[in-house]
């Protein structure tokens, strides 16, 4: 059981935007950044937004991320094939002085 | 370009121990904390341990604590993970992981990351 939440899938047909929601508590989300991770298939993890709505170099500005209170939402706009792969958030947990993610949510581009 | 490069996985009986290794490249190493990152197959990412860059501190989850020692050696720019005592709940890919940002900020993201190296504990 992970200590965020997000939906296990979300699917959208290409040129479309899809919103990946992760939800968390005042320990973690509601007093700390999030970032997002983009994971192909059969890869390793790749930092896709941080600081909430940061984005490294390289990444396109169709991934953008916000947070409210103790949620946070990452968007992706004009979908691709390629864009296909787990999406995880992560912050701090100040009560758990751990690092905490979300299960991971699987987008689909039909 | 940031490198990282996880081995020493592998097939060990529960009981057992493995010790993995993580070479780095690419980066002023002993500046940044490193942590190891699991991912259990079919699970999501689970943070298992850190240790600082300068002052070498080091944190746990509880799931591992007392039985894995995270620690590097700067001049060799490596990364380790002592893992002992394994479980068969142990069994996921291992990740090593660059960590940035600033824990007393609330900031802090986990900027690259290994191909990671696969454990299987199991009879």
């Known amino acids: 059981q992970s200590v965020l939440t997000q939906p296990p899938s979300v699917s959208a047909a290409p040129g479309q935007k899809v919103t990946i929601s992760c939800s968390g508590s005042s320990s973690n989300i509601g007093n700390n950044y999030v970032s997002w991770y983009q994971q192909l298939p059969g890869t390793a993890p790749k930092l896709l937004i941080y600081d909430n709505n940061k984005r490294p170099s390289g990444i396109p500005d169709r991934f953008s991320g916000s947070r409210s209170g103790t949620s946070a939402t990452l968007d992706i706009t004009g979908l691709q094939t390629g864009d296909e792969a787990v999406y995880s958030c992560?912050?701090?947990?100040?009560?758990?002085?751990?690092?905490?993610f979300g299960g991971g949510t699987k987008l689909t581009v039909l | 370009e940031v490198h990282l490069l996880e081995s020493g996985g592998g097939l060990v009986q529960p009981g057992g121990s493995l010790r993995l290794s993580c070479a780095a490249s690419g980066f002023t190493f002993s500046i940044y904390a490193m942590t190891w990152v699991r991912q259990a197959p079919g699970r999501g990412l689970e943070w298992i341990s850190e240790i600082g860059g300068i002052d070498g501190d080091t944190f746990y989850a509880d799931s591992v604590k007392g039985r894995f020692t995270i620690s590097r050696d700067n001049s060799k720019n490596t990364l380790y993970l002592q893992m002992d005592s394994l479980r068969a709940e142990d069994t996921a890919v291992y990740y090593c992981?660059?960590?940035?940002?600033?824990?007393?900020?609330?900031?802090?993201?986990?900027?690259?990351w290994g191909q990671g190296t696969l454990v299987i504990v199991s009879p």
């Open positions: 992560g912050t701090r947990d100040s009560s758990l002085s751990a690092w905490v």
């Open positions: 992981a660059q960590r940035g940002g600033t824990v007393a900020t609330g900031k802090g993201r986990f900027d690259s």
